[in-house]
């Protein structure tokens, strides 16, 4: 079984994607016992194969896995760092919050971007561990709520009044998203975006005041219907 654990490991790198998903499944068939050789193999894998095995490890949720995830978080790979990220706060590796820390200070200064996928990943996943505090001011959290298959989410008709809430606690609201929520899904409702960069090197009142101005230039012209929701990802001043 060995040999056929090593050979399917070395098909998640294969030029064809149908052979490598296949292996991946045939991996997660035969069960836990897999982890261990295909975390020694991790650094061998190409993209692609690293991104297969970051999925077999989150299936089986072994957190024996965690020391080779919090290592692809200084993959070349952005997402593979992503990835990854995301399964460490699904496996609960706590011991990776070091080094979660490390790559989000990297990829701020690196990127200088906040509302790319990484970090808002980044800053989800401490928080998920609870190495970060998420500012929630009470009208917010009030009206947070399942909507469809999202776990959190606003009324659209009550966006102002979020967006208003967050900035008056300093808090950049950075983007939301509009989803129509039918039956038990919830669809991406596209919606007209500034796509304005914030001043990373304002000060953090002035940079809270351009977001809110952004996010309410959005927001003025979104339809209030009772099935649109939305999502919103803001950031604290500790989070510069």
Known sequence: MDGEIARLIGLLDDDST??????????????????????????????????????????????????????????????????????????????????????????????????????????????????????????????????GSLDHAWPSGRLEEIINELADHRQAVLYFMLWSVIDDGAFWHGHETLDQALDRDAPWSAVVEAARESALLEAAFIPKRDNLFATLEWMDEGDR
Do not use: C, N
Not at 101 to 124: N, P
């Open 18 to 147: 149908e052979v490598a998903e296949d292996a991946k499944a045939e991996l997660i068939s035969v069960g836990v016992e897999v982890v261990e050789p295909l975390s020694a193999a991790v650094p061998s894998l190409e993209r692609f194969g690293q991104l297969s095995a970051i999925e077999v490890f989150e299936y089986f949720g072994d957190p024996g896995a965690g020391p080779v995830l919090i290592d692809l978080l200084s993959s070349e790979h952005d997402t593979v760092r992503e990835w990854s990220a995301w399964a460490i706060a699904q496996l609960g590796v706590r011991e990776a919050v070091p080094a979660l820390r490390a790559a989000y200070r990297r990829l701020r200064i690196a990127e200088g971007r906040w509302d790319d996928s990484e970090a808002v990943a980044m800053r989800r996943v401490l928080t998920m561990l609870g190495a970060r505090d998420e500012v929630m001011p009470p009208l917010t959290a009030s009206l947070r709520a399942p909507a």
